[in-house]
């Protein structure tokens, strides 16, 4: 698949897929976009009342989200297991295109970065002891989660038109038994039919406002029966 590197307008990069006409973040902010949907909405709020989360990320891609979650660990002194999706993963060579540390501005932090694209697949890492990393080598299609497990996942697929198959009510059916009671499901994604689907699944949604260049961005909570 070839890929092509694109400043977004927060100055950070994303990459571009021609055969797909789609970009891996926002051409609005890459940085913006992932602070704002998966930290702000996801990550902060449950921090608020655990310190034990359970992470699920549909979509590892550049390992962003994954790197910008890390420090909340160390700073919280909260235990984080990070399980990741990608059945198509970066090579190092693009990885480090990106230039992620222009944007990070933190050397230590570019290299727990640089440690967690070079962990193993399918095999848990202690990237710290409060940080546990699993890069999971499957599509979510294939993917047996637990059910209960997850405090919070991370819907970060490409957009609705360009994978259908991964915005089904089959699929959110599927991750809402992986939810716990109370846990939240959170992206970039603000569509009547994916709302729906979410609806249809079980999720209470709000719609909450979006990142620089999206009016919306979903939240979906788990009741807590």
Known sequence: MHLEIRQTKDG?????VPELNEHYHSV????????HVFIKHGLEDVLQ????????EVGFGTGLNAILTYPFALAKKAFIQYD?????????EVVNQLHFENAILNPELFEVF??????PWNEPVDI???FTLQKIHETLEEF???DAYYDIVYFDAFAPEKQPELWSDEMFAKLYKATRPGGVLV???????FKRSLKAAGFEVEALPGPPGKREMTRGIKPVV
Request: contains cysteine; glycine residues 4%; aromatic residues 8%.
């Open 12 to 16: 950070s990069n994303t990459l571009y």
């Open 28 to 35: 609005h902010g890459a940085l913006q976009e992932s602070l």
């Open 49 to 56: 009342s655990k310190k034990d989360i359970k992470i699920l």
């Open 84 to 92: 990741t999706l990608e059945k198509f993963p970066l090579e190092e």
């Open 114 to 119: 640089q440690q967690m694209h070079s962990a």
């Open 128 to 130: 710290i002891p409060y």
């Open 144 to 146: 047996c989660p637990p």
């Open 187 to 193: 992206t970039y994604c603000a569509k009547g039919s």
